[in-house]
């Protein structure tokens, strides 16, 4: 039957034979969710809004710096006052200023990601 030849008798081959043959006649029994396509494809539409929405507030929250950055080098290249000034506030005011930002990027981060359960639990 086998031209193997070592040591592994013909009985032993009979019974490893006998036991695949019955291996394979059993049935599969592996049971997938008839929704399993669906429920993968929403999870990474999920991963892929989240990652959507913190890189345009990473985006957003860059722009903003920039923006002010060009501000207080414009207003201290043309030598304002008002640079100064700015300048006086922020340093005095740093930490509520800081605080603000801080919980406006918290509220719209939250925000983004209540809307896209809402949208999701809107679906079902």
């Known amino acids: 039957m086998h031209s193997y030849k070592g040591k592994h008798s013909e009985e032993e081959f009979q019974n490893v034979d006998k036991l695949l043959k019955e291996i394979l006649e059993d049935d599969f029994e592996i049971n997938i969710p008839i929704?399993?396509?669906?429920?993968?494809?929403?999870?990474?539409?999920?991963?892929?809004?989240i990652?959507?929405?913190?890189?345009?507030?990473?985006?957003?929250?860059?722009?903003l710096l920039v923006i002010l950055a060009f501000?207080?080098?414009?207003?201290?290249?043309?030598?304002?006052?008002?640079?100064?000034?700015?300048?006086?506030?922020?340093?005095?005011?740093?930490?509520?200023?800081?605080?603000?930002?801080?919980?406006?990027?918290?509220?719209?981060?939250?925000?983004s990601f209540l809307l896209s359960r809402t949208k999701d639990q809107l679906g079902e």
């Open 35 to 49: 929704d399993f396509a669906d429920n993968v494809v929403e999870k990474v539409e999920k991963r892929k809004s």
């Open 51 to 63: 990652q959507e929405a913190l890189l345009r507030h990473l985006m957003m929250s860059l722009g």
């Open 71 to 111: 501000t207080v080098a414009f207003l201290f290249y043309f030598g304002l006052q008002e640079a100064n000034l700015l300048l006086e506030f922020v340093i005095q005011f740093k930490y509520p200023i800081a605080f603000v930002l801080f919980i406006i990027t918290a509220i719209q981060l939250a925000d």
